[in-house]
Nanobody, 118 residues
Framework: QVQLVESGGGLVQPGGSLRLSCAASRNIASLYAMGWYRQAPGKKRELVATVTSGSNTNIADSVKGRFTISTDNAKDTVYLQMNNLKPEDTAVYYC????????????WGQGTQVTVSS
């Protein structure tokens, strides 16, 4: 079991920055991967950025060059630094953790709203 608690969402103007944090209830070095997904109204949930236990990252093309994912193993926390935000980045952002034994199991946070608007 993994509990995830996100923070850092809010309202920001276009071109602004936000940093999302996701604190896990267990040692994140033991997880297969962690990451961020988002869901805008009327759209499917989509991958934003992920990082594996081997530090391999995967960043969506739509945010590449603007968003950065990082981890702090000492704090069991994953971050999403979002720069040069655009209105189309508006969504609920969800933290995700994956464990892997015979199967990959997904755990989700409660979500945090990010609104980009002037």
């Amino acid at each position: 079991q993994v509990q995830l608690v996100e923070s850092g969402g809010g309202l920001v103007q276009p071109g602004g920055s936000l940093r999302l944090s996701c604190a896990a209830s267990r040692n994140i070095a033991s997880l297969y991967a962690m990451g961020w997904y988002r869901q805008a109204p009327g759209k499917k949930r989509e991958l934003v950025a992920t990082v594996t236990s081997g530090s391999n990252t995967n960043i969506a093309d739509s945010v590449k060059g603007r968003f950065t994912i990082s981890t702090d193993n000492a704090k069991d926390t994953v971050y999403l630094q979002m720069n040069n935000l655009k209105p189309e980045d508006t969504a609920v952002y969800y933290c995700n953790a994956k464990t892997r034994t015979a199967l990959i199991i997904n755990y989700w946070g409660q979500g945090t709203q990010v609104t980009v608007s002037s």
